[in-house]
């Protein structure tokens, strides 16, 4: 059962256009959410982070807005370029014992960028 | 600062044989490490949590005894395929966290394509 939603599954915008990338969830014990991006042959690179206790963060161009009531979260892109094209990746953390905690994904939703 | 190396970057082997991949944090101490597995276009998905000095937790429906799991070091971490087969052959990733900063971020290596021919 997939825990955490993603869509749209690929994104296709102009240059100077907003991506928006759109997660949810169910399991109300998640309570860290990273996006990741990912090029093609790479691992994952952190991009931005959350907790479930803000609305919204920014950081530099990226922004991810948190609605804990509907469980949802997306990730926007302002003033997209065309080296933004890649894989991104939404998560969703809980705890697993110990000291450890686990990270689900989303499917991933390749985003092209276009000149 | 929080790099993750892996090695071998990419790995082609014959049906049959043992590949063994190593995950290092460069920068600090990773007393918990994460392998996963991700096929073409698809999600990355959790093979198993290693913490340092202690047997490794696999996940749901990972095989124990194909994918061993070494965690011998707050550095080091290894996977290995035993008796690898094509059905093996995946985008093995690994990540680290370094729990001494109190950070919940895990930071991935680069990846290593195994191909089992």
């Known amino acids: 059962q997939q825990q955490v939603k993603q869509s749209p599954q690929s994104l296709i915008v102009q240059k100077g256009g907003i991506p928006i990338i759109n997660c949810a969830y169910e399991n109300t014990a998640f309570d860290y959410f990273p996006w990741y991006q990912q090029f093609p042959g790479k691992g994952p690179a952190l991009l931005i982070a959350i907790r479930p206790d803000v609305s919204e963060k920014k950081e530099g161009r990226f922004t991810i807005s948190f609605n804990k009531s509907a469980k949802q979260f997306s990730l926007h892109i302002m003033d997209s370029q065309p080296g933004d094209s890649a894989t991104y990746f939404c998560?969703?953390?809980?705890?697993?014992?110990?000291?450890?905690?686990?990270?689900?994904f989303g499917k991933g939703t390749l985003l092209t960028v276009n000149p | 600062g929080a790099v993750v190396s892996q090695h071998p970057s990419w790995v082609i082997c014959k049906s049959g044989t043992s590949v063994k991949i190593e995950c290092r944090s460069l920068d600090f101490q990773a007393t918990t490490m994460f392998w996963y597995r991700q096929f073409p276009k698809q999600s990355l998905m959790l093979m198993a949590t290693?913490?340092?000095?202690?047997?490794?937790?696999?996940e749901q429906g990972v095989e124990k005894d194909k994918f061993l799991i070494n965690h011998a070091s707050l550095t080091l971490s290894t996977l290995t395929v035993t008796s690898a087969h094509p059905e093996d052959s995946s985008f093995y990733i690994c990540s680290a966290r370094d729990q001494a900063s109190g950070v919940r971020e895990q930071f991935f290596g680069p990846g290593t394509r195994l191909t089992v021919l």
């Open positions: 290693s913490n340092e000095g202690s047997k490794a937790t696999y």
């Open positions: 998560a969703a953390s809980t705890y697993s014992g110990g000291s450890n905690y686990k990270l689900t």
